[in-house]
């Protein structure tokens, strides 16, 4: 007998929804948080919930996960240390960015610039250049990114972004320093530009990589302690979560690109609230979903969500698709 399990990990509390594909029949759960380790109050809720309804975990097939791990860890500055690596002559990219200040003369006056997520001190060059048709104009130099690499490695840094110029349309030389940084740190993520956001316009290709690895330390221990706990509890089944589009990823791909689910939790109120709408029949709805963190509004006419190209969490805005 197939059975769905959904769960919501807010702030506060940890919501459980378990599905019999076959017969219809649902059991609902809700469980406080344990920010500490979100896992382990999920196994509570799943313990709990599995013993409601009088099945195993090893019954559940597919377990659907919409969490706030990597909202949270962005709006309460709880993300890793990221080393930068950038092409030589672009050490300033994130302290550049667009050079945008909102507002009029007042906001000139008043307004704090956003703190880059990848530090000056821990940006570092590497000589080597692709042009725009991914064609190498000089190679990599090896030995300067062998420096490179262990002057952060001396910094300390929790996880490893490279961004090249152009890498977009080849991303070889990407590759090679993400090889040496694997092999001289193999316990520090690495991510790579032309991986997370392969197209053109270095400052958001750069941002949006330095982002993915600013919650990747965070996401990834999250999602191995879950895994681990519920294999321990007996569950084999596929493990999803939900993106900030509202679409779902594996959990290996959310692992390694966990830019793409920043705005997870907020994205399953809205889903949910477009199958309530649809089913209720009403087209035009307005959805309110109220976490211990932060609050999330969505205005949905034809039963259309607006999907945007840019996910904002706090003064954070990367390139990635998600719900408006």
Known sequence: MGYRLGVDVGGTFTDLLLFNAETGAFWRHKTPSTPHDSSEGILNGVNAICANAGVDAAGIEYFLHGTTVATNAVLEGKGARVGLIVTEGYRDIMQIARSYVPGGLAAW???????????????????????????????LDIASAKTALGYLKEQGVEAITVSFMNAYTNGAHEQQVG????????????????EVLPEMQEYERTLTTVANAA??????????????????AGFTGKLSLLRSDGGLMSAQKAQEHPVDILMSGPAGGVTGALWVGKNAGIKNILTLDVGGTSTDVALIENLEPRRVRTTEVGHLAVRASSLD
């Open 215 to 232: 919650v990747r330390p965070v996401v990834g221990k999250y999602i191995s302690n879950l895994r681990s706990k519920l294999a321990d």
């Open 179 to 194: 090889d040496l940084a694997r092999a001289m740190m193999p316990n520090v993520p690495v991510s790579l530009s032309h």
């Open 109 to 139: 006056i008043i307004w704090p610039k956003p703190t880059p997520l990848a530090a000056l001190e821990d940006t570092v060059t590497v000589g080597g250049r692709m042009n725009a048709q991914g064609e190498e104009v000089r190679p």
